[in-house]
């Protein structure tokens, strides 16, 4: 699966289970700016040193600059502050998570008056800074039982709609194998229109496995073969057909430098698909809550009619509803996968994860991945001056083909402070208490 940086329209990195899609909270474009909630009136809030907490955030928009990529946690924020009543405080709080995620010289806040009495809207007026690359971190963390995962990024935009990016991986907690390497991108995100974005990404990954892979492959010759480098060309096309609506679409061509046995050669294998993935999303909002919800589907087809060396199709299905209502929010992720045919284990669904049944090791659920996935999880948020509390529950089901889908269980607790996440999870199981702790940035 390819190390991809993602632009306003894309999935997250490395999607075993695409978070939520292109930037998940966008719901209108408004003069080229983007907007949450309800749409702008054009009428300014006159100098109002007196704004209290008898107003009510109608909508927040961006303006000055466009194709910024948000974070989830600052779609949160945005999310947070619609339908909430006027806070100067967390005005300032939100300006500065800006300023420090999106790097831009400077974030203005201005009040509109909304579309009701007692309603305002919030303009955040933005200004990049003055340098040529905007340097990223979008993963920096530690999970207990696989160690250390981080993705940095460092990307240019040339002539207004022509992006340029390179980033560095090594991530131990999203494949069957721990991956590190280098990706190379470009995409123009104006072709002919601003509904049509265009890419090309190369990736040169290198891979380790784990001691318990390696002895599972030793007792099943069956199963597929390990390899040493993975290259990757990958075009694609990203459509908006309607507002809550994206289909991407695309090619991956990869060569596997195989890792033979001591003593023997294994020439290269190549493994080339066509993928396409279809997303929806749409936010509904009441007076006193807003509910999200979202849906992707993709496909990867790989035929021996492609000069691929391997045969298989690989099928991904997720849905994700979010309700907040004032400080609390409620979210339920579901994950399902079918995968047939004879694939490469970068292709195969793996459980017990920093996403996926935390607090399980995924080496100990199965070491060689699995062709058949479901997954559920539940979150409660709740959001306090400082911090933000959660609990979650897990359950989800790996396996291969027919038989016994072993369905397991966790539970976990954390706090989230902007977006550094510190958590534990823990596996239900009989016998001893293994938790799992997972802490740093992963968005």
């Known amino acids: 699966m390819a190390f991809a940086v993602l632009s306003t329209l894309d999935m997250k990195l490395f999607g075993v289970r695409a978070s ?69 405080a967390q005005l300032s709080e939100v300006s500065r998570q800006m300023r420090r995620e999106l790097h831009l010289k400077s974030v203005t806040p201005h009040l509109i008056r909304g579309s009701q009495p007692d309603m305002v809207c919030i303009d955040f007026e933005v200004q990049r800074r003055a340098v040529v690359f905007d340097v990223t971190l979008p993963k920096f963390l530690y999970h207990s039982k696989q160690g250390w995962s981080a993705e940095g990024t460092a990307s240019t935009t040339v002539a207004r709609y022509n992006r340029l990016t390179f980033g560095l991986v090594s991530d131990g907690g999203t494949l069957t194998e721990r991956y590190a390497g280098s990706a ?16 090309f990404e190369f990736d040169q990954l290198h891979q380790q496995w784990n001691r318990a892979t390696l002895m599972a492959l030793n007792r099943d010759p069956n199963d597929p073969q390990t390899y040493r480098d993975r ?29 033979p046995a001591p003593g023997s050669t294994e020439p290269d294998r190549s493994a080339n698909a066509l993928f396409a993935t279809l997303r929806y999303h749409r936010i509904f909002e009441g007076s006193n809550q807003t509910q999200q919800v979202a849906v992707d589907y993709n496909i990867r087809s790989a035929k021996r009619a492609f000069s691929s060396d391997y045969a298989y199709t690989r099928h991904l299905w997720g849905a994700n509803y979010t309700l907040t209502r004032g400080n609390q929010t409620f979210q339920d992720d579901f994950t399902a996968g079918f995968l047939t045919g004879q694939s490469p284990f970068f292709e195969r669904f793996v459980v017990g994860t920093n996403s996926l049944l935390r607090g399980w090791n995924r080496f100990e659920i199965d070491p060689l991945g699995g062709t058949r ?6 979150t409660y948020r709740y959001r306090l001056p400082v911090l933000t509390g959660q609990v979650f529950y897990d359950a989800g089901a790996l396996w291969h083909g ?39 940035m992963n968005y």
């Not at 939520?20 to 909630?37: E, H, I, K, M």
């Not at 996935?373 to 539940?378: D, E, F, M």
């Open 20 to 88: 939520l899609g292109w930037t998940a909270l966008l719901t209108c474009f408004s003069g080229g700016n983007l907007a949450f909630g309800q749409g702008f009136q054009a009428r300014e809030v006159a100098a109002e040193a007196n704004a209290n907490t008898r107003y009510v955030v109608e909508a927040v928009q961006i303006s000055g600059e466009s194709g910024l990529k948000l974070s989830r946690t600052l779609q949160a924020a945005f999310e947070q502050l619609v339908g909430s009543h006027f806070d100067p």
């Open 184 to 199: 190379v991108s470009y995409e123009n995100t104006h072709v002919g229109t601003d509904r049509v974005h265009l890419a």
């Open 231 to 259: 290259r990757n060309f990958q075009p694609s096309i990203t459509i908006l057909l309607a507002r809550p609506l994206i289909l991407q679409a695309g090619g991956s061509f990869q060569q596997l430098q195989m890792q």
């Open 373 to 378: 996935l479901v997954h559920n999880s539940v």
């Open 402 to 440: 027919k038989g016994d889908s072993g369905i397991r269980h966790s539970l976990g607790v954390g706090v989230s402070r902007s977006i550094f996440t510190l958590a534990v999870a823990f596996p239900v199981r009989e016998g001893r208490i293994d938790p799992v702790f997972m802490v740093g």
